[in-house]
């Protein structure tokens, strides 16, 4: 692994299901951050965790939860699936909070119908 | 809250100059960012400016005023690879990045 990745690269979900959409970064990265980006609406924060065992929330939290066990990974659930919920997520990294330079993961693409 | 504005779409011709320029009221500030985002892809980071005035990095320049919640990106010499979104983001006081809607180039030949 180089950077930051995530998975799955796109899925499409019933409403009312659950989802876990997972992210790894091998940086050794402190802080780690959730995004959703909607067209018109750019990215906006879901979740956010300065370090291992705190996590935080953003601007749009409900609908989601996140946990951080350790450093690398830093996975975002949806309990149960809306269709509003259908989106660009994207993880993100960087050395810690109050570093300037974010890193981003590929993305997943997220259809809920 | 946070309100960060920029132009929704620009067009401009290869090896031509465009300025994509950024408005912001947010609660406290820590610096005012620029990425560059391709269709389909992550944003990649382009420029921090935390001070007022230009900060320059090859072809592309970042310019700041804090006073007037001010920011431009300025592209120089065109080329159809720029052709993608950039995002103008602030760090508000408590280190969380606000990001703009994005402005899309497009670079004509």
């Known amino acids: 692994i180089a950077g930051i990745t995530q998975a799955p690269t796109s899925q499409i979900l019933a409403a009312g299901r659950r989802m876990t959409l997972r992210c790894t970064q091998d940086m050794r990265h402190n802080a780690m951050y959730w995004y959703r980006q909607d067209l018109g609406l750019g990215l906006r924060l879901i979740h956010y965790?300065?370090?291992?065992?705190?996590?935080g929330k953003g601007e749009v939290p409900d609908g989601y939860s996140v946990s951080r066990a350790n450093t690398d990974d830093f996975p975002l659930t949806l309990a149960s699936a809306v269709p509003s919920q259908t989106s660009v997520y994207f993880c993100?990294?960087?050395?810690?909070?109050?570093?300037?330079?974010?890193?981003f993961g590929p993305g997943t693409r997220l259809t809920v119908l | 809250g946070q309100n960060i504005d920029q132009p929704t779409e620009m067009t401009a011709t290869e090896g031509a100059i465009v300025q994509i320029n950024c408005t912001y009221q947010?609660?406290?500030?820590?610096?005012l960012f620029w990425y560059q985002q391709h269709a389909g892809e992550a944003p990649t980071f382009l420029s921090y400016n935390v001070l007022d005035g230009l900060e320059e990095k090859g072809r592309f320049s970042s310019f700041l005023s804090r006073s007037k919640g001010y920011s431009y990106l300025l592209l120089k010499e065109l080329q159809m690879k720029d052709s993608a979104s950039y995002l103008c983001?602030?760090?508000?006081?408590?280190?969380?990045?606000?990001f703009g809607a994005g402005t899309t180039v497009t670079v004509r030949a």
């Open positions: 965790s300065n370090t291992a065992g705190t996590t």
């Open positions: 947010t609660s406290g500030f820590n610096g």
């Open positions: 983001a602030v760090k508000s006081d408590d280190y969380k990045l606000s």
């Open positions: 993100a990294s960087s050395l810690g909070q109050e570093f300037n330079e974010q890193f």
